[in-house]
């Protein structure tokens, strides 16, 4: 199967639909530096416009809560075949990379479409149980103090998104799949920069390289999955096959090689994010900081201000499947469709109070934040994300106290149209701490 078929996991992106009719047009580009630095600015200056066009993505951005709400809730009128997509067309020789015959995942969830979607998320949500998170909480705690240890070791000032942020949501997803530990560090090198070769805009080359790199984690995946039907473990992949086994038609092997496939991405750098802005959110703000070293009950509350305010996701993506409406402009079948969460959760109006550019770790209803989707298709791996984020939080609060960011250093994002959190994040901290 080539990356072209419909069915299968990216699809090469087709030709860009000129604007729909009557459609408000406007050079929004968050490639841009200006949008990269801060998408909040951006998006309040465009709240006239709720859906517009961009010529930049070819895409309709849509802004407002309630427009981004109602397309989550209609799967039928808006699909989600799209959002693992190349955002722009795959150069020769990437294609050729990817046109390997044994390159063949397919779409399983978050661009797989009913009743397909429905059957293979029913099975794959027994793996995200109570019983699963309960095994998995002290291995993410114990983690957790491990790599506070090794942080601590590298002396202050260090480098907390690859000593510490990328490196629990990695291990705790592989650890999850069931992957060895001694793969993780390859494991990682393979995944890294799949953000970039499907939300960014690669050049020919560096497509070709993160080609390269998804083949030959494709083949890992597959050669795991064999390993585990001959040697089941108590993991996820274990899981599924069991369910494969008892069932081929409810899970096919190669849904069960595809969902491995696709999980280590979903699960993985968008939470390292979801920890480094985390920091970037709370340690400035010290009052808020210290409350939470004081009483670590409210960190789960203050992470949703996190996913509300400075969300890892800024947006996501659907495709019209018929011709439809949003916001009084008419949208044809086809049209690719930008819904921008930042917008959403910044949006004046859909929280109790007023001000949303306020970061407030009390904000009651923070929790009604857009940033892990609506409807069918919402983010199965919500429950995980907020246990990691929480436990790396108590583990944080407890042993650094006197965490802080170091003064003056500028932030830099991968530029991509969906992810965000900073290359590097440079902490400081008393030592006496240690
Ligand atoms: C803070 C971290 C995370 C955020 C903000 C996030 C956000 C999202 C969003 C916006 C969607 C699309 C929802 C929709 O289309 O309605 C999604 C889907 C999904 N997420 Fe997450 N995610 C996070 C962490 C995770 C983790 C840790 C995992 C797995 C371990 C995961 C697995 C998935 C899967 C499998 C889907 C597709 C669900 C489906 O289509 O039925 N996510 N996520």
Redesign the pocket.
Known sequence: MSVTEVSSYHRAPEQTPEAPQGCPVNGFNPFAADYQADPYAVLDGLRDTPVFYSHELGYLVVTRMADVSTI?LDPETFG?QN?QDPLFPLGHSAQEVLGAPDFNPVAV??NRQSPD?GRI?NH?KQGFSNRRMRILEPYIRSRSHALVDELLAAGSPAEFASLFAHRL?GET?FR?IGFPSSDDEQLMEWCSDRLAFTWGKPSEAEQTGIAQKMLAYWRYCRDFVAARVEDPGDDFTSELLAVHHSDPEQLSRLEVESIVY??SF??HE??SN?LSNALICLLPRRSHWNELCANPSLIAGALEEV?RFE???TS?RRVANRDTEIAGVKVPAGTNILLS?AAANHEPGCFDDPNPNIFDIHRPDARNHI????????????R??RLEAVVALEVLTERVPSLRLVQGQSLERFANITFRGPKSLLVAWDQASD
């Open positions: 989550f989600s959002v969830m978050s979607h998320r794959t949501p997803i999850f696709g999980l979903a699960g968008i939470v979801f996913l969300s890892p996701q996501w969460l940033s892990f989707g609506k409807g069918i298709h919402f983010c199965l791996g919500a995980l994300a």
